[in-house]
């Protein structure tokens, strides 16, 4: 089986706070980190997805653009104690979910909670496309 493609796009900011934005942009590169780390999976670069930032091109134009099978987005939501971000998993030729989920933590550590629910999106998206967790992921 050829290895999945995709494309982690700049997750949105739905706080609106430049720090939020700062986080948002964070975690988006720490995903698309985590995400190459998983092999058989093909991640385009952050460099790449990031030229997608406030678009509204259409996904299967992206997808077409970047050559990928799977488009990753997100959305994060922080308040001064909470941080939300909510992720799809998109199939580029349809345009339907593959999969959905959202990852709640309290602030704390902000570096460190970006760092741990990086991680926990890349393992789920992993499993959910049969990539085998490497060290360090």
Known sequence: MPPTQLAVLPFVNLSGAVESELVADGLTELVIMQLALLPPLRVASRASSMHYKHTR???????CEL??????QGSVLQSSQTMQVAVQ?????????????????????ALHRQDEIAQGIALDIGALLGATTVSGA
């Open 57 to 63: 091109q259409k996904l299967t134009a992206i997808a």
């Open 89 to 109: 998993v998109i199939d580029a030729a349809t345009g339907t979910h593959v999969f959905s989920r959202i990852y709640q933590r309290d602030v704390g550590d």
């Open 67 to 72: 050559d990928v099978t799977r488009i990753v």
